[in-house]
């Protein structure tokens, strides 16, 4: 009878809840805000990314047809600052462009020509494509989110 009596009482406290509460919710929270801040810093990271390949075909279209590819390579690494950022150069050539944005179809044309889509001359273009594996503190975000980025970009050269 006693111990039904202490446990009714027990039942009915209030004392330490708060407590346990927070110690109940705390792990979840901290989850949380360590997914909340990988994905930041993978955003960070995709941004960054894109505007070294902008700086790249910015590059590109103002060094005109005397563009390298190891150049463009290290203009790419330079803008992102990033280290394991794999960058691949197509061009400079001669291309009709199929769309635009500007896509570029997988053969070239012959510079000066007349592209027989739409009559347009035929154009000097380079593509720059940058890839980079971002790694993520928390354990299982690369299970729920690519962390492989990829961005590319093609400039018009003069």
């Known amino acids: ?20 509460e927070f110690v109940l919710a705390s792990p979840e929270l901290l989850l949380l805000l360590g997914f909340t801040i990988d994905y930041a810093l993978l955003l960070r990271a995709r941004v960054t990314l894109a505007g ?5 075909a910015q590059y590109a279209s103002v060094q005109g047809t005397s563009v390298t590819a190891g150049s463009l390579q290290s203009v790419v690494q330079q803008a992102t600052g990033m280290s394991g950022i794999t ?47 971002y790694l993520p503190m928390m354990p299982g975000m690369s299970s729920i989110v690519a962390t492989t980025l990829t961005e590319s970009a093609t400039a018009m050269l003069p």
């Open 52 to 56: 070294g390949v902008m700086s790249g």
């Open 87 to 133: 960058a691949t150069v197509t061009g400079p050539a001669c291309y009709c462009p199929s769309s635009y944005p500007v896509t570029l179809p997988a053969t070239t044309s012959t510079c000066g020509s007349t592209c027989p889509a739409d009559g347009s001359t035929a154009r000097n273009y380079v593509r720059v494509v940058a890839s980079y594996t």
């Open 1 to 20: 009878m006693r111990q039904l009596r202490r446990l009714r009482r027990l039942a009915g406290a209030r004392r330490g809840s708060v407590t346990l």
